[in-house]
Every structure is written in structure tokens, then in C-alpha cells.
């Protein structure tokens, strides 16, 4: 039987909620199964960030609920704090102008960035 879309939508939540950083993409970090997925993990590494991921291929009913709940068809998609930031795309392109790295240094998710002082 499927999971009702109001449970799914409470495990979104609190895993957003657990998770400053959540990627949800197909795969995981170590073995990602798209490429725009093993993109967003590219970045993310490279920027040092600590992030959590959760596998859409593996629950059909979470691929599912989470289009409707972040009003996002395609994956992966990227949330920061519960909201959503985007997909590949734009994650790329945030990171190429620096955008990105600014939203994680302004929430202090940046490695290193907690200790030092302005």
C-alpha cells in the first residue's frame, strides 16, 4: 500500500528540518546515477560544505511526494536551511558567480567559516 502524500510530506519536513544542507538527487554522494546529481555533489565537496543526501531512486513514493512538495519536477534539488535552492543548474551557475558560496558563508556553513571572526 502507498504511503499517504501527508506522511511523505512530514518525512520531507523532517529531514529538512535535521538537515541544514540536503541534496535529494539520484544516487548518493558515492555513487551518483546522473550526472546533473554527480554535478551538484562535485560542488558541494569542492566547497567543502557538509550536506546530507537522500536517494529518490531508492523511494519512488519520496521521488514522488517531492515534486509536489517543493513544486520542482526534476532532480537533483538542492535545500539549504528548508528552502529549496534549485536544481543543477542553477546550483552550477551560482557557484560560477559566487552566489552560492556567499549563501553558505551568510548561514555560516562554510568549513572553517564558523570560527573565524570579521
Known sequence: MAAEPNAKFQEITSDLE???VLLYMKGD????QCGFSAQVV???????VSYETRDVLADPELRS???????WPTFPQLFVERELVGGCDIVTSMAQSGELQDLFRQKALLAGEQLESR
Do not use: Q, W, Y
Open 42 to 48: 562535485e560542488i558541494l565537496e569542492s566547497l567543502g
Open 18 to 20: 535535521k538537515n541544514p
Open 29 to 32: 554522494r558515492v555513487f551518483p
Open 65 to 71: 511526494a517531492l515534486k509536489s512538495f517543493s513544486n
